[in-house]
């Protein structure tokens, strides 16, 4: 929910903004951020109530034929505003010819999501998030980079830890990592797919999820 409360606020001193108040079509559109956002949050209550069930092993996906890069790109969509905000650079290399997946739609933007997010709030000057897609054999691979604070050994090794929270020991601790990455584990192993995080203190992370695809014919 931080996400799309943080951008609503955004949009909101955005409205403020005499400028603002004074161009129709800047107007609309911030109105529409916030539309927006608010019809996502909507849609993460059912998430959330569905991931309280995730210790039962009780979760409901509702799997249907989804391209990646139509989620991929919605979640870039969601994160465009607090980006901004950072005066962060996003580049974007989808190469995978084949991204037709059978998936949750919801929950592959929130895990998307979750990551630019992670990568937004852990960031340093000058934000740079590199994210890129390609075929390896039957998989699809999603990779998400960036040049933040990074994490240590201990850190990337609890990483997917129900719980754990990594220490940041600056301005920039917003309370470690808590359940956001072991959600998105949850949610990548009940796709059949594979996330890993690579990590190195002070120079980025990188995190890289598989997840197996279908041929247009099935």
């Known amino acids: 929910f931080k996400t799309p409360l943080a951008t609503i606020s955004l949009a909101v001193d955005a409205l403020k903004n005499e400028k603002v108040i004074n161009d129709r079509v800047k107007m609309d559109y911030f109105s529409g951020i916030i539309k927006d956002e608010n019809r996502r949050m909507n849609k993460q209550v059912e998430t959330i109530l569905q991931a309280a069930l995730l210790d039962k092993q009780e979760i409901q996906l509702n799997k249907n034929p989804v391209h990646a890069h139509d989620f991929i790109n919605a979640a870039i969509n969601n994160i465009r505003l607090p980006l901004n905000e950072r005066k962060g650079i996003l580049e974007t290399c989808l190469k995978a010819k084949n991204d037709l997946l059978m ?11 979750n990551l630019l997010d992670n990568a937004i709030k852990y960031s340093k000057e000058n934000l740079l998030i590199k994210l890129s897609t390609q075929n390896l054999n039957s998989h699809l691979r999603i990779r998400i980079e960036d040049n933040g604070i990074g994490m240590n050994k201990e850190t990337l090794h609890r990483i997917f830890e129900k719980f754990y929270r990594a220490h940041t020991g600056n301005i920039h601790n917003v309370k470690g990592f808590g359940l956001g ?8 192993d009940a796709h059949k797919g594979k996330i890993k995080a690579e990590s190195t203190s002070g120079k980025g992370s990188c995190f890289i999820i598989d997840l197996p695809v279908i041929k247009e014919s099935e």
């Open 181 to 188: 990455l072991s959600y998105v584990k949850t949610i990548v």
């Open 103 to 113: 998936g949750d739609e919801v929950h592959l933007i929130n895990i998307i999501n």
